[in-house]
């Protein structure tokens, strides 16, 4: 559906509800045959955005020329209207009759199995960067603009012209990297496509005219693609001069508007002047300003850098955390063309597979409510990642039930629920106590009690242990599926049961492979942080830590240095901690309870 | 400019300042010294009386 926008989404994995909204296009897009005579008439004229402001456009008008349905539309936030301003000379020299001012949004609701993320891209914005000059210098332009200037269908039909005074450049200097690989200014992440992007364009305009002057400003070049060294290998062969160094500074000759590029040559260690008529800024990817819409819409969850999170790098590179979906092209990260297809074709396959099996299997790692016990707190709908749990209703005493077809096991409900009304199907509550007893069964002096993420912290964990790195064998592990999974009883019966050092470490924030999951255990850790000290237990001896599954080494520092800790807590402090944290006499304690419920 | 509360880093007894929002997506928090992601903020006391 072009034109259109999500609106909304509901439901789980082969039972999506998808509210669409169709724009009013004002035109009725199966009459129009795109003659253009509307267009002709209309007196409004405004940059075109889609040929980057190098020409302009109507209020009426097709937004590209390939664009599907080829029919034209009003962009009603400058078209002057028929109302209040008459105006509507595209109404009366339209045949078709097919304009249509009243036309309003429409809304569709469609059902669908899978979901392709495909939201595409922005490019950096290299105007901060004032060394450059863009923005200043009209010569100075983005590799988005250039790509419009040279391009058949673009505002000077493929004639390559300079800005300033629609002459060819003589010369042309690109520059790489601009808004990628900082740390200071643009984004600290490669974008991928600029340099193969720069050494294509080199080629292109060596073919076009081959007597030009190209100049490449570079950092490194990255051509690791199929046959790209080879188009590399082409471009300095057809002549055009790599340089190794980023300028530090850009001024423009006022007479004849060239540049005067300033650069350190790190091959030579001298400084260089270049003059070039016209330069090119390598500008680099940046994920969708509006994606976090789209985030919000499907639960998905980003990386630091803002392009969303696969389930998995290396395994499940195409499905989003949420089952159903599937990320395709620069969603994820930024991409070129070949890689966008590729992972296209990956996920319309993931998302084929799901619509052919017609039924979901579900791994038996999910949650269950008790609907007896349930309390219509609602609070299990509040913390779960893949809006699993449906809502509850305190009045008409409606319990939460979990659509077990959206679940993902992490357990956070079950951690969140405070009347045991939820059991996982998985590493259950007693199952979990039972741990914590016999770790600190005897020498609880000795033991630190580690809750770590089946994902991240523990396989860390593995990752030490394979690599042979050493730390202290008192620290004895609990796995759970999440750290959202350890519920705030669990810490408090372990130290009950005499543990001197508590951990409780997960994934990363932007590797949670439960979308968010791991920001429950923060709030848990610091409600307990809080009871901990207004007992006047040192909240210091309970531990957070993020470890990666790649952090052996993190993995066996922080083992180190909560065992340091361990050594440095009395057995005076922890027999007081067992008294200030002793249940009440007439109080039973929850673990008890749920021993009982499990007989 | 961004919002910036007082943290004490549990591990190491560092006190620093880190963006901090009441109202903000919660991000994930290193102590500048011994890296560590047991950061508490340090409540103002108003705070923590009307917590109570």
Redesign the interface.
Known sequence: MAYSEVDNVSGYIGNFKVTIRKKARYVDEKQCNACGECAKVCPVAIPDEYQMGFSSRKAIYIQLPQAVPSSYVIDMKTCLGNNPIACAKCLEVCEKKCIDFDMHDEFVTVDVGAIIVAVGNDVYDPTELDEYGYRSYENVITSMEFERLICASGPTEGHFVRPSDRTTPKSIGFVQCVGSRSQKRGNPYCSNICCMNTIKDTVLLKDHYPGIDLKVFYMDIRAFGKGFEDLYMRSKAEGVQYIRGLPGDVEEDPKTGNLIVTVENTTTGKIEKHEVDMLVLSVGLLPRKDSEVVRQLLTLSKTSDGFFMESHPKLKPVDAPTRGVFLAGCAESPKDVKDSVTQASAAASRANIVLAAGKIKVEAITAHIDPDLCKYCGLCVKVCPYKAITQTDRKTKVPAKVIEAACAGCGTCGAECAFGAITMRHFQDNQIYAQIDAILEENSQNKVVVFACNWCSYAGADFAGVSRLQYPATNRLIRTMCSGRVNEDFVLYAFRKGAPIVLVSGCHFADCHYINANRQTVLRVERLWDQLEKKGIRPERLQLEWISAAEGQKFALVMREVEEMRKKVTAKEVEFTKQALAPKKKEEPKEKKEAAKTQ | MAQEADFKC??CGTITKLPYSPDA????RACPK?K???M??IKEQKEARA?K
């Open positions: 549990l591990r997506e919660l991000q994930e011994c560590s992601n047991s508490r903020r917590a």
